[in-house]
């Protein structure tokens, strides 16, 4: 059994899969050794471990971790990754992009793969049937571009996500919501559709914390994934067991 951390800005996510299948996900405000404790109490056939974190993790759960397992790494621009990673700037590109992307092409190996993460920024990644991730975009989530209209004018109110939103808004409030979310719709289906132009067979799966709200609202066909960057961990992690 594998263990998988995510440690992002806000909240930490831990994964535990058996063998290729998740069989607890855990979220926590701050990761903590006691809640490492816990589980590997709970699934003492847990033996290898990878951690993929965006700041400075304590040294104390490292060292932790390494005194409970057999083989720990911690995911950085040198670990060796089951692609070919043709990004230029390799050092700047997030964790979780790479995670998610190489989670992707676990599923469809040998297959061209968009991924559309819809989190705090909404990150376009593209694998192509060569096993060879050239990069993507980034470009604001649903709630910065919330705040943002906010923030940056004197009268626009902080408004959050509606179901209810129209093309044409008869008020600000809803030429607001109808302008982020539609925005965002006519983003993302444009973006799919001048790929699927070029790679005729891309797929194309949506994750983070917005996907499933936009999930039925694209047009184009796509598969939902919450956990994509767990398995591109744990694929990063057994990959680099068996080498």
């Known amino acids: 059994m594998n263990l998988t951390i995510d440690i992002g800005n806000t909240r930490s996510k831990i994964a535990v899969f058996k063998k290729h299948e998740i069989i607890e996900v855990i979220a926590e405000d701050e990761l903590s050794q006691s809640v490492l404790q816990n589980v590997l109490l709970k ?12 700041k400075n993790i304590d040294p104390k759960i490292i060292s932790f971790l390494k005194s409970k397992l057999d083989y720990f790494i911690e995911l950085n621009e040198d670990t060796d990754i089951p692609i ?17 992307i190489i989670g992707a092409n676990n599923i469809f190996p040998g297959t061209s793969v968009l991924v559309i993460d819809m989190g705090t920024a909404i990150t376009f990644d593209f694998i192509n049937n060569k096993n060879q991730y050239s990069g993507g975009t980034i470009s604001p989530g649903m709630e910065m571009r919330f705040k943002a209209l906010n923030q940056y004018t004197g009268k626009l109110p902080l408004l959050t996500k509606n179901e209810e939103y129209r093309i044409i808004a008869d008020n600000t409030e809803n030429a607001i919501i109808s302008g982020v979310q539609n925005g965002i719709i006519f983003e993302t289906d444009s973006y ?15 994750t983070g914390g917005d996907a499933i709200f936009f999930d039925k609202k694209l047009k184009n066909t796509i598969f939902v994934n919450l956990n994509l960057n767990f398995t591109g961990l744990n694929r990063i992690l057994e990959y680099n067991i068996r080498k």
């Open 43 to 54: 699934y003492a056939e847990i033996k290898s471990a990878i951690v993929s974190t965006v």
């Open 84 to 100: 070919e990673n043709l990004y230029k700037t390799k050092g700047t590109l997030g964790k979780d992009r790479l995670a998610t």
């Open 192 to 206: 799919i559709n001048t790929l699927k132009s070029k790679y005729e067979d891309l797929k194309i799966f949506l």
